[in-house]
T-cell receptor, first 115, second 114 residues
Framework: EAQVTQNPRYLITVTGKKLTVTCSQNMNHEYMSWYRQDPGLGLRQIYY???????DKGDVPEGYKVSRKEKRNFPLILESPSPNQTSLYFC??????????????FGEGSRLTVL | AQSVTQLGSHVSVSEGALVLLRCNYS??????LFWYVQYPNQGLQLLLK??????LVKGINGFEAEFKKSETSFHLTKPSAHMSDAAEYFCAVSDGGATNKLIFGTGTLLAVQP
């Protein structure tokens, strides 16, 4: 089954304790991206990657890191989480290319609470 | 720069009534437009997409949307609401293969009253 898998789905942590949210897709997509969803703000892009070893900042990258060592994986790293990073996080992927529309396939989401 | 505006953060309809969720976009290039739905505690699921093939787009669960370039709109409709349609709906715009970036609206929460 084609899917984007995120882990953990729920996490409560404390300020300053490093954490990683993993994301894996099995559709051989070149493009992967992280979004955060906050009430009244919709989804905002954190980072994206157009291929292995190619990553770039989205609209709200502060406090986050990513890596793309393999095509299928795109982990999101919070080196020193703060309460303003409490949010619902989504990983998404898609094909890339002139014929593609940008349609994204989403994971189930990871709800993070930073105390 | 591309953007989308969803008018109405909350919409409430009666079961069986018409559903109309509004979306206006801004784009300097021919856009690709999407509607996604998010059910409680779930990820986003594609409802339908406009890719310039036809201005009236039909999606899943009886939803459809019409691309109107003159009005820069892509409103989502369904003739008869079901209780199961209660969810949050997001409109999004992309420039496709150039950057693949999807820009989302702030969402509309649809409530369906019995």
């Amino acid at each position: 089954e084609a899917q984007v898998t995120q882990n953990p789905r729920y996490l409560i942590t404390v300020t300053g304790k490093k954490l990683t949210v993993t994301c894996s897709q099995n559709m051989n997509h070149e493009y992967m991206s992280w979004y955060r969803q906050d009430p009244g703000l919709g989804l905002r892009q954190i980072y994206y990657s157009m291929n292995v070893e190619v990553t770039d900042k989205g609209d709200v990258p502060e406090g986050y890191k990513v890596s793309r060592k393999e095509k299928r994986n795109f982990p999101l790293i919070l080196e020193s989480p703060s309460p303003n990073q409490t949010s619902l996080y989504f990983c998404a992927s898609s094909f890339m290319g002139a014929q593609d529309t940008g349609e994204l396939f989403f994971g189930e989401g990871s709800r993070l609470t930073v105390l | 720069a591309q953007s989308v505006t969803q008018l109405g953060s909350h919409v409430s309809v009666s079961e069986g009534a018409l559903v109309l969720l509004r979306c206006n976009y801004s784009s300097s290039v021919p856009p690709y437009l999407f509607w996604y739905v998010q059910y409680p505690n779930q990820g986003l699921q594609l409802l339908l997409k406009y890719t310039s093939a036809a201005t009236l787009v039909k999606g899943i669960n009886g939803f459809e949307a019409e691309f109107k370039k003159s009005e820069t709109s892509f409103h989502l409709t369904k003739p008869s609401a079901h209780m199961s349609d209660a969810a949050e709906y997001f409109c999004a715009v992309s420039d496709g293969g150039a950057t693949n970036k999807l820009i989302f609206g702030t969402g509309t929460l649809l409530a369906v009253q019995p």
